[in-house]
Every structure is written in C-alpha cells, then in structure tokens.
C-alpha cells in the first residue's frame, strides 16, 4: 500500500533551520500535487507549500521567502527546507501527496512530524 513516510523534525532554536523529507512508499504509478501542510494545537491545518502537477508552486502567506520546498519525482520524494524559524511555525508538518497507483487516485497524509521552534 501506498505511505507517506517523513522525517527531519524536532527542536530548534529560533532563527534556526530544519530540513524535512517525504518518501512516498509503496506501488506508486504517479504522484500529482505534493506538498505539507502544518497544524497547531485548535488551528486548522494550513498549507506550507506545494508544487501542483504542471510544475505550479505554491506557498503559504506566512512563508515569505523563508521556506523552500521541491521533490524529486525520479525518487518519489518532497524536501521542505525552513531557514529563519520563530516560535510561530511550531506545529505538526503533515506530508500530502496525490497518488495514483494500481489505476486508482487518491490523497494520502503522512503520520506527521513535529517542528518546535524555542530557546
């Protein structure tokens, strides 16, 4: 089956940089958008970043030029690298990716990694 596997969270001071990975696993025929999204404690999930299919690239607001993120579809993989964090980007950053597989596409969430920004 298909999973989304991410990696690269923790704790980092603010200021600080973080590199998080996504590995789409599995039988994987074609991956249309893929992207993360984070989510705060009683906030609603939000889109960091993502590169629709078409090549298209999308932040959210909040990026402003600190993040950046691209995949590598050769290895069925998404790097989102955050340069310049502050406490506000602590959350849950969630890997989606749009998948087809065995003839049949859906979207997939990873299990989520956690990203906390403090001194």
């Known amino acids: 089956q298909v999973r989304l596997v991410e990696s690269g969270g923790g704790l980092v001071q603010p200021g600080g940089s973080l590199t998080l990975t996504c590995v789409v696993s599995g039988p994987v025929d074609d991956i249309g958008d893929m992207g993360w999204f984070r989510q705060s404690p009683g906030k609603r999930r939000t889109l960091v970043a993502i590169i629709r299919r078409g090549g298209i690239l999308d932040y959210g607001d909040f990026v402003k030029g600190r993040f950046t993120f691209s995949r590598d579809d050769a290895k069925n993989m998404g790097t989102l690298s955050m340069n310049d964090l502050t406490p506000d980007d602590t959350a849950v950053y969630y890997c989606?990716?749009?998948?087809?597989?065995?003839?049949?596409?859906?979207?997939?969430w990873g299990q989520g990694t956690q990203v906390t920004v403090s001194s």
């Open positions: 989606y990716a749009h998948v087809r597989s065995g003839g049949w596409t859906t979207s997939h």
